[in-house]
């Protein structure tokens, strides 16, 4: 089971995602099926609209699909390497208050993950991300998020 802690997590974001740490992604829920991403409207995050700028959603969408599939690589010790390759996004109404945005494929990462192990071939894997509303459960946006997965060669 792919587990973190909430220091664990501000420790990684800071390192790897500092951006993605000051625009106040936090992971809400995570196990071997889904992955949530919580996103809070802000003053570091906020576009001159009065919502949620389009590109800490899409840091909390990347979050939901990227965090299992890096635990998942550093669990198994996999030499493999993770790329976003392509995002697609769209927007239905303003992100305001709170946002969640939920991936529920993991099992299609895991898959991918597995495969990149044993090919030299790079592996693709195409997720879909919702963010909703936390208060009215309404469709905020949705993303559309490739990863290639290539195993690393020569380590």
Request: hydrophobic share 45%; proline share 3%; with cysteine.
């Amino acid at each position: 089971m792919l587990k973190i802690s909430s220091s664990q997590f501000a420790i990684f974001l800071w390192r790897y995602l500092p951006a993605a740490a000051w625009m106040g992604v936090r992971v809400e829920f995570l196990d071997d099926q889904v992955c949530t991403s919580r996103l809070r409207y802000s003053w570091f995050n906020r576009n001159p609209f009065g919502s949620i700028y389009f590109v800490a959603q899409s840091a909390a969408a990347e979050m939901a699909t990227g965090l299992p599939a890096y635990l998942m690589i550093r669990k198994r010790k996999a030499k493999v390497a993770m790329l976003v390759t392509d995002m697609e996004m769209s927007f239905h109404k303003q992100a305001r208050g709170t946002v969640y945005f939920r991936c529920d494929q993991l099992p299609t990462i895991f898959s991918a993950i597995r495969k990149a192990e044993l090919t030299d071939d790079p592996v693709s894997c195409k997720l879909e991300v919702q963010g909703l509303d936390a208060a009215t459960g309404d469709l905020v946006s949705t993303f559309t998020v490739i990863w290639r997965f290539r195993r690393q060669k020569g380590k």
